[in-house]
């Protein structure tokens, strides 16, 4: 009876032991499994994130092209004719082409840069030159303007002495017609270079003339002129 209860015990723990080992195998299955699961997941991520990269450099790539087909002329005017499209190796020649294009305009500019620069220095030293030309040349005429001033007013003082170096009789026997001779060749003067500058097809001109006129004839210094050549005159008819 304990040898029958013994196999029987023997039995039961060969049983549980092999059914431990089942378990033991399932889990160690289900790991694996697991683990392949992981790996092969893994390898999805990797290659999904390999195949989004590698479209966008193509897409980089391809926008890269669409720029430089636009920045180009030559790759803008396609044939209309055909309408082909242009090749990737056409697109670069045609766009070396034309940066080379490009450089020999600069080139040219730079050199045309270059010469109107010479040129405005030229320039420079030519207008500095007639600064200095104008500037002596009117010193030279304002020197030449004081020594006139200077005659004038010593030919109106020699005059003006003497006509009162006449003994008073005689200087009012002449008196009203020497004012009348003076003031009437000073008009007739006057006269003559109002006739000559101003022009009476209109209001508007007549006004304008005559202002003109006004500033270039009548200023002190020619009707100082004009005074000193007229008592001159009736100086040697009366000598």
Not at 12 to 36: E, F, I, P, V
Not at 42 to 47: G, V
Not at 161 to 171: A, C, G, I, R
Not at 198 to 215: D, I, K, M, P, Y
Request: proline fraction near 1%.
């Amino acid at each position: 009876m304990y040898e029958m209860s013994q196999i029987t015990n023997n039995n039961n723990n060969n049983h549980h032991n092999n059914n431990d080992l089942t378990s033991m195998d399932t889990s160690d299955d289900d790991d694996s499994d697991q683990k392949s699961n992981n790996n092969n997941s893994y390898k999805e991520r990797r290659r999904e994130a390999h195949t989004q990269a590698e479209q966008k450099r193509r897409d980089a790539i391809k926008k890269g092209y669409e720029d430089l087909q636009l920045l180009v002329p030559s790759c803008t005017q396609q044939d209309a004719v055909s309408s082909y499209k242009l090749s990737k190796a056409a697109i670069l020649q045609r766009s070396v082409e034309y940066i080379q294009t490009l450089q020999q305009q600069k080139h040219k500019r730079e050199k045309e840069l270059q010469t109107l620069r010479k040129e405005v220095l030229g320039l420079e030293i030519m207008r500095n030159n007639y600064e200095q030309m104008v500037h002596q040349q009117q010193q030279q005429q304002q020197q030449q303007q004081q020594r006139r001033q200077q005659q004038t007013s010593q030919q109106s003082s020699q005059i003006s002495s003497d006509l009162m170096n006449y003994n008073n009789n005689e200087h009012q026997m002449i008196s009203d017609e020497m004012k009348f001779e003076i003031f009437k060749t000073l008009c007739d003067g006057l006269f003559l270079s109002f006739d000559d500058s101003v022009n009476v097809g209109s209001f508007n001109q007549l006004s304008a003339c005559t202002f003109r006129w006004l500033e270039d004839q009548c200023q002190p210094r020619n009707l100082r002129q004009i005074m000193v050549q007229i008592l001159e005159q009736l100086k040697t008819q009366i000598a």
